[in-house]
């Protein structure tokens, strides 16, 4: 997989080769069906693409926290390792709030349009 900004998205302790399953944040497809039932095109809601999205998030994050205790104790070799965890970490979290801020932006923009 590759990231938006040019680089292989690598996670910590896996080499550029490796595979893995899911990084922070994958795509949102585009939604179609009837108001009620709103589904991607791998069928999946738009709920549970957000709750795998901020599990994930979660993950990177926790990734990045348990590094940051093995650089205090000594107990991490690579130092690297932590700071491409902690910087993943750092720009799924920005990624979330933006799509938070944007998806808030959104609401209130339908909620101000007359019926």
Do not use: C, W
């Amino acid at each position: 997989m590759t990231s938006p900004f040019g680089g292989a998205i690598v996670p910590v302790g896996m080499s550029v080769g490796a595979t893995s399953a899911a990084l922070p944040i994958s795509g949102i497809g585009s939604t179609s069906g009837t108001a009620g039932t709103q589904a991607t095109q791998g069928g999946e809601s738009f709920a549970s693409v957000l709750a795998s999205s901020l599990d994930q998030l979660q993950g990177a994050q926790s990734t990045a926290d348990n590094l940051a205790v093995q650089a205090a104790t000594g107990d991490l070799k690579d130092v690297h390792d932590y700071m491409i965890a902690a910087n993943e970490a750092s720009l799924a979290t920005e990624m979330v709030v933006t799509i938070k801020n944007k998806a808030v932006e959104a609401f209130n923009e339908i909620m101000r349009m007359p019926v």
